[in-house]
């Protein structure tokens, strides 16, 4: 049987940019022309003055601006509640600043090294040491590009996640992708003992050193603290390569340090374009001018809509390969701002598919929520809608108007925008020009400084998340750590005490 061709099909857009990273081709992300044409902004058309009893006013900002400058310049300063065991975990404030072309060389050097050594790449994390790089990878990647050949793939291995949970099913599915190929593997984690990473780290390990023994060591990178801790006590054992987890930055924000860098530069990603768009936004966002202040304005924005009792922020985009930025910032600001019954629940979303799954909640629902958009406006490929003579879906009039399947896209967002916020919910939207690095690093520094900026709001520290460490205890606990026990025998105590309810 023949297969199919795809005739009348463009080319794609995300594959001819892969091949041409993996050609040397680059972005001209230092020009000025490509900087203005790639500005990441902030639209709140749809954020003030919905309908209903709970809005939220031009004003309501105005009387929040002292408080948000206040805010802003403990921050610059680094003052305030911003330590965890007496350290300022504020590094990732300056880093667009203070990471040299040097350590970048010296990071390209060693994903190139192992990106050529190897079939696939395994980055082992969680949670901070995870969320950041796969966003990142799969926004600016094919969406099946372990499927690729490699020439597609920019010359890079393929790319694969573990040690994120604890499912032996996914596990397994993973090897099963990974069986017959050369493996290399980067753990991150600053303890070496998070209990997700160690036990993929365990298994993987094993597999390394069974099938190229001796060798294994050279295809294994350890990111880990620069001085303690069991991943840096082992890599000295065995001689793996190391790179750092900064003390002064938590998981959360450290894509731009060793944490995301070696990852992605081993996936083609261009790292100096990224770096170019945390610095450029970190110019930004210094600006002591409220209105022109991007980081400021979102602050303020979540912040008074806190105030106004909103706790869910839908967080949508028109892009699948933007979705995973949804999940980043589901888990950066929840994490930050849920301490002591403060902050906003943040549900991403993809649009149009969960407009036809909780779009209805979302219109008509109680009205605890406010959305923000993470809006594409160029994609990568272009797909024509063609035009059928019987037109029995009453579709004609988008090809005859010269429409293609990227403009409707666009309206995808621009409609719900209208839409709920007729509904009564306060919009925002962040204008993302296109999918490269140099917008991706913009995003994110603004999202992170805006997430600090909301812990000054609220009152605590958006640098530590001791409820973290609740489900931490009581699975150690059920699992039989040693040191433990005394847990386990309340947890059973209280088990035993609790009726017994149990449906079959």
Partial sequence: MRGMKLVGIGENGTIAAQEGRGRGERNPFQEKSFKDENRV???????????????????????????????????????????????????????????????LEEIKEAAENLAGEVDAYVSLGIG?????????????????????????????????????????????????????????????????????TAIAFRIMRRLLEENWGDEASNLIVVTTDKEKGALRKLARQKGYRTFVVPDDIGGRFSVLSDVGLVGLAVAGIDIEEFVEGFKDMRARCMNDEFWSNPCLVHAAARHVAWEKGKKIEVVATNSSPLYGVARWMEQLFPESEGHEGHGMWVSPSLYSEKLHANGQMVQEGERNIIETFLFLKNHDSKMEIPRDEEDLDGLNFVPDRGLDMGYVNRKVIEGPAYAHHKGGVPCMIVEIPRRNAYNLGQVYYMMERSVAISGYLL???????????????????????????????????ETAAKRKITVS
């Fill in 459 to 493: 009152g605590h520290n958006p640098f530590i998340q001791p409820g973290v460490e609740a489900y931490k205890k009581a699975m150690f606990a059920l699992i039989g750590k040693p040191g433990y026990e005394d847990l386990l025998k309340d947890m059973e105590t």
């Fill in 128 to 196: 901070g040491s995870y969320l950041g790089i796969e966003a990142t990878f799969k926004a600016l990647t094919h969406h099946y590009f372990n499927s690729l050949d490699r020439e597609q793939r920019g010359g890079a291995p393929e790319i694969y996640f573990l040690g994120q949970n604890m499912d032996p099913d996914y596990f397994r599915d993973t090897l099963d992708m990974l069986e017959g190929k050369k493996v290399g593997v980067n753990v991150i984690s600053k303890s070496g003992t998070t209990t997700e």
């Fill in 41 to 103: 902004r902030l639209d709140l058309t749809y954020f003030f003055d919905t309908p209903g009893d709970v809005k939220i006013t031009v004003g309501d900002f105005e009387s929040l601006i002292p408080k948000v400058m206040e805010a802003h310049g403990m921050l610059k300063e680094n003052k305030g509640d911003i330590f965890d065991k007496g350290i300022p975990m504020t590094g990732w404030q300056d880093m667009p600043e203070r990471i040299t072309v040097e350590h």
